[in-house]
């Protein structure tokens, strides 16, 4: 009894002393790694915020510094345990190919979002078309876009797919261009027409003086001529000018009592009976 008694002294002072302090290192290595990593993170932060970056782009950085550091972290305590870490590491390279095959759809609209965050093509709150969609967005996610449609639908579009296709950004300029065309009969009196519709134009909500409004002749057609008018006006504001623009029209258009009433088609006549000789 006394012999077995002292080999499992010799196997604590031998094997399990020796590990259990390679787990209070390790442990220790673990909460000051963390906490020199989060106090990378908050430094890190509040220099990407002094640069005035987007939020978003920011918790991009911000994860991927911490994920790798806690990864590296997590090798070299399993290098403290005695762990081989040259074959953990190729396990992670095998895991990280398997994953990336089976998610390779969200890996490109992660990269896809990254890259719409550094090339900046829109930004929160501008109107823009991309993937099929026109609205307003609301959020440029990790993976999707949240857009705000004007029938007030909230559509989320792949980052990939808005990427990929032709981006429309109405809120880039400091003004948008509207033409509205107003079609005219070859009896109407097409100048006094398009100079009470430029002087109209000017006292429109919504227009603005400048770039100044111009009426113009835009296309002929068979009925006579098409006139365009054009205005400009901010991007947030462009639906409600729009309606105001077309009820200055129709204030002008009954001031000077004119229809544009086409002719009716011409029907073609019944073919004749052919007379019996």
Not at 51 to 56: G, K, P, V, Y
Not at 89 to 108: C, D, T, Y
Not at 177 to 188: E, F, N, R
Not at 239 to 245: E, F, I, L
Request: aromatic share 6%; net charge neutral.
């Amino acid at each position: 009894m006394d012999a077995i008694v002292e080999q499992l002294k010799a196997l604590a002072l031998t094997e399990a002393l020796p590990l259990l302090i390679k787990v209070i290192v390790a442990l220790l290595v673990w909460f000051v790694g963390r906490t020199v990593i989060g106090g990378f993170r908050k430094v890190l932060d509040m220099a990407l915020q002094r640069r005035q970056l987007d939020a978003t782009l920011i918790r991009y950085i911000g994860s991927l510094f911490t994920g790798a550091l806690t990864m590296m972290l997590v090798i070299g305590i399993l290098g403290v345990m005695g762990v081989e870490t040259t074959s953990f590491a190729a396990l992670i390279a095998a895991a990280g190919i398997a994953i990336g095959a089976a998610w390779s759809g969200l890996l490109a609209n992660f990269a896809a979002g990254v890259f719409l965050l550094v090339l900046r093509p829109f930004r929160v709150g501008e109107e823009i078309c991309a993937g099929g969609v026109t609205g307003i967005v609301q959020e440029i996610g990790l993976f999707v876009t949240t857009i705000d449609t004007s029938d007030n639908v909230r559509i989320s579009v792949g980052n990939n797919q808005m990427f990929s296709d032709n981006i429309i950004n109405y809120s880039h300029h400091p003004h948008r261009k509207m033409t509205v065309k107003v079609p005219l009969v070859h009896s109407a009196d097409a100048r006094t027409l398009m100079r009470a519709l430029t002087d109209r134009m000017a006292s429109v909500t919504g227009v603005q003086a400048k770039p100044a409004p111009q009426v113009e002749v835009g296309e002929f057609t068979v009925h006579g001529p098409v006139l365009a008018v054009c205005i400009f006006c901010k991007p947030t504001e462009f639906n409600d000018t729009q309606a105001n623009v077309g009820e200055a029209i129709v204030e002008i258009l009954q001031l000077a009592n004119y229809g544009a009433s086409f002719p009716a088609p011409a029907l073609a006549e019944p073919p004749q009976e052919a007379k019996a000789g």
